[in-house]
């Protein structure tokens, strides 16, 4: 089921409820115009300023991206954009004219107010040609107005997009103190520069980057197009508006005015006026020394460093990526009425998961991916590596092979006991190694039985060795010096008293 919809502006009809029954939609009297920007953008752009980054919607993330894998797509669209340009540069520069497609402009603020010269780091005039709410004098609660038609023809006319004129102090000098003495009470020349630009409201074409990765949404602006200004007049302050309304704007050409009878053009330019009216609001006002006093939302945002509560370094791409923020956060909200299906920019979203027809229809290409592991084989080198160890394989098999067949076929385990009888000197063959449970590489019962020790293998004397029984040499046994045997042996076979004779 879907929800009423969202719209980021609020708009009121021209006729009162006692007259509205009476009238066809269709008379030209009868139309809607703008009063405002609705509540609901205000959440979500305020959000957007605070976080300084694009909302996003944690709950969606899995079902556009499924677990484990990052995915990313490019969408196009058409939306508000800021076009700035720097009018002024350093001490004593005299600012340049601003030069719009119908006319040209000049800073409406002094350039010396500015520091080092002046006691200002930031004075930001954004509202100069603000449409005025309410339009009429007699009007009932919303703007319905109290009187018959005809109204005046201006009424809700979207007249001009207020220019943003931005000067500001930028620490360029972060290796000598900012102020000479207390804080606030004189700037350091050399370490202050004043600027100052201007940002004109454009209708952009945007291609944005959605990035999903491990469940985090990072979304960004890759490139935009500038088309055309969304109202494409100048304001002239000095030039009254009589026109029956109580809005004292005039801009310049009067015929460059988008009225409310122009539907679709005046809906579209209400959103875009809704949106940058957000931000002009949050950026309008100035901040001064001593004591930083500041009469500007400005410090809310991510354009102010907060430490000295100065403007941040490039300042105009800052202000334009700031406004590229409030755009994209228009995604996280599927009720507005401006957002659409990416396959589909005909259709609204509303709050379905799918749209109205084929689900294939709503596909939109993305590419995914996912960190793996993955090995390179070359096959020479890994036939070498195979052969190798295939050859020393077959060698240990043999050497096996031998050993069993040496050992009469019968093979031993790795008990320490097994060890010994395999390796055993020929003072420890006089036992039978080789009993019922030999056969199975055991050792029988009643040589596990008997007390083996380590020490001097006992002879005849400890220091002396005979010729051994059966030694086929015809001359006597006789003594001959020999060094000690030490070894493994059972009891009765070692000496372990006897100490060596000198």
């Known amino acids: 089921m879907d929800l009423f919809d969202y719209d980021i502006s609020m708009l009121e009809t021209s006729y009162s409820t006692r007259l509205r029954s009476l009238l066809n939609p269709s008379d030209p009297h009868f139309f809607d115009y703008w009063i405002g920007k609705s509540w609901q953008s205000d959440e979500f752009l305020t959000s957007a300023t605070f976080l300084q980054r694009p909302v996003t919607d944690s709950d ?54 500015l520091a080092p010269k002046g ?28 009187f018959d038609p005809p109204f005046p023809k201006n009424l809700g006319a979207f007249r001009t997009e207020p220019v943003i004129w931005v000067g500001y102090a930028e620490l360029v000098n972060t290796s000598i103190p900012p102020y000479l003495g207390e804080r606030g009470r004189g700037f350091n020349a050399e370490a202050w520069r004043p600027n100052a630009f201007a940002c004109e409201h454009y ?20 490139s935009r197009q500038l088309l055309d200004p969304i109202v494409n007049t100048t304001f002239q302050g000095h030039i009254p508006a009589v026109d029956g309304t109580e809005d004292n704007t005039t801009a310049t050409p009067e015929e460059n005015y988008v009225l409310p009878r122009d539907t679709l053009k005046y809906r579209k330019t209400a959103a875009y006026h809704s949106l940058g009216l957000f931000l002009r609001n949050m950026i309008n006002g100035t901040i001064s020394e001593p004591n930083t006093n500041a009469s500007s939302f400005v410090i809310q945002t991510g ?11 490039n300042m105009v791409s800052q202000l334009e990526k700031y406004y590229e923020t409030l755009v994209l956060s228009m995604l996280v909200k599927p ?68 050993a069993l067949r040496k050992n009469d076929g019968v093979p031993r385990n790795t008990d320490f006991s097994s060890i010994v009888a395999a390796t055993r000197g020929s003072h420890l063959g006089k036992v039978p ?3 019922v449970d030999g056969d199975s590489g055991g050792i029988p019962e009643e040589v596990m039985s008997m007390k083996m020790g380590y020490g001097r293998l ?15 040499r015809t001359d006597s046994p006789k003594p001959m010096p020999r060094s000690p045997d030490f070894g493994f042996g059972f009891e009765g076979n070692l000496d372990q008293t006897c100490g060596s004779k000198a």
């Not at 006691?119 to 703007?143: C, F, M, R």
């Not at 354009?303 to 370094?313: E, G, K, S, T, V």
């Not at 060795?465 to 030694?471: A, K, L, R, S, V």
Request: aromatic share 12%.
């Open 303 to 313: 354009l102010i460093d907060q430490r000295l509560y100065n403007a941040r370094p």
């Open 458 to 472: 006992r002879t005849a004397e400890c220091n002396v060795g005979y010729q051994e029984e059966g030694d086929d």
């Open 203 to 222: 209708e952009a074409r945007y291609t944005a980057e959605l990035r999903y990765r491990d469940g985090v949404q990072l979304h960004a602006i890759k």
């Open 60 to 113: 969606e993330t899995f079902k556009v991206c499924e677990k484990g894998w990052n995915c990313s797509a490019e969408i196009s669209f058409v939306g508000p954009a800021y076009k700035c340009q720097e009018l002024a540069r350093g001490v004593g520069a005299t600012p340049r004219v601003l030069q719009q497609q119908s006319g040209n402009a000049r800073l409406p603020f002094d350039f010396g107010l």
């Open 335 to 402: 009720r507005f009425l401006p957002v659409v299906w990416a396959s589909k920019p005909d259709e609204q979203t509303g709050i379905r998961d799918s749209g109205l027809g084929p689900k294939e229809d709503y596909m939109y290409p993305c590419q995914r991916e996912r960190a793996a592991i993955k090995f390179y084989y070359r096959s020479r080198i890994l036939f070498s590596v195979y052969c190798v160890a295939i050859f020393f394989t077959i060698l240990g098999l043999t050497a096996g092979a031998l």
């Open 433 to 435: 190694w080789d009993g």
């Open 119 to 146: 006691n200002h780091t930031w004075i930001a005039s954004a509202t100069l040609g603000e449409y005025h709410d309410p339009q009429l004098k007699d009007v009932e609660p919303g703007g319905i107005p109290t």
